[in-house]
């Protein structure tokens, strides 16, 4: 038992942080794991809801760190990806840190429309909805902006999309949209660009074309979404620099711009070596936003 824990310590560091060991037995933030086996058997997964707010916080408060450090301007918006875990006690515990939401299907609207019901949300909370719009996710966005969802955001994933809410949103009804921008893939990939999304250089012509003269509509918003998520890497580094730098120059015809979506996600911890520096990559991000912005005169 000794030898097998000094190995631990030595391979990976333990017990690490919420993990001790009390009269031999393993406890995870004053759980015992133990007596959990021993009821529930193995494999065992459970899920720690006190942690979903933990990590919640603790990204605002990095952010809010790295632009108080860089002395940015912008703001940060921490929208809860539903597609994460559907179930209601995560939901509901997630929203419990005044935060927005992100949708990814069909599915999700219902969901949002139960809980707004039930007095967990507001029909003013930000929602934006990425993904592959079906015929029914497209027709529920349309229903709950004419029933008062007025900071729902639909991310057009393809210049088709745009058709059905010019057709079906009324006139009083005003709509902010988002696009998402088609991601070079990585070198390696058997993809050139993304399935989803439009094209970088398509997008302005796209704008002129469809969306300036429409008064119910107003861009707000440009989605990317990097496969590999956010690492410190040349090509996601390289990346965001395209379209940070797509932002400025659509911003310059286009001033309702405000936000920038960044997808993918910080990598979590999914094993006892997992080592990722999150205060890093989060002020990197901020000042390099902050500097492609600054060049760009935006």
Not at 71 to 80: A, I, L, M, T, V
Request: hydrophobic share 35%.
């Amino acid at each position: 038992m000794q030898s097998y824990q000094e190995f631990l310590d030595l391979s990976v560091g333990f017990p690490q942080d919420g993990f001790e060991i009390i009269d031999d037995e393993l406890y995870f933030n004053d759980l015992n794991l133990m007596e959990m086996i021993e009821t529930y058997g193995t494999p065992l997964r459970f899920t720690y809801l006190p942690m979903i707010s933990k990590k919640i916080q603790q990204a605002k408060l990095l952010f809010q760190q790295a632009i108080v450090k860089n002395n940015y301007r912008g703001s940060y918006k921490y929208c809860y990806c539903t597609k994460s875990s559907h179930f209601k006690h995560i939901v509901e515990e997630a929203l419990k840190n005044d935060i927005h939401l992100e949708t990814s299907s069909a599915f999700d609207m219902p969901m949002i429309d139960a809980l707004q019901k039930k007095g967990a949300l507001s029909k003013d909370m930000t929602v934006i909805c990425n993904g592959f719009k079906t015929f029914q996710y497209k027709t529920y966005i349309v229903d709950m902006l004419h029933d008062g969802y007025k900071n729902i955001i639909p991310v057009l994933d393809n210049k088709e999309e745009f058709n059905i809410y010019d057709d079906e949103i009324e006139m009083d009804t005003p709509c902010n949209l988002g696009i998402r921008i088609a991601a070079e893939e990585q070198p390696d990939s058997q993809f050139y660009t993304s399935r989803l999304g439009i094209r970088l250089e398509d997008i302005i012509d796209f704008y002129y074309n469809k969306i300036e003269s429409n008064p119910n509509f107003k861009v707000k918003l440009l989605h990317f979404f990097i496969n590999s998520g956010i690492s410190d890497t040349p090509y996601y580094w390289n990346e965001l620099e395209k379209y940070v730098t797509l932002y400025c120059k659509f911003k310059k015809i286009n001033p309702d711009l405000d936000t920038l979506d960044i997808g993918g996600g910080m990598p979590f911890k999914d094993s006892l070596v997992f080592d990722f520096d999150y205060e890093y990559m989060i002020n990197e991000i901020v000042s390099r936003i902050k500097e492609i912005c600054a060049d760009n005169d935006t």
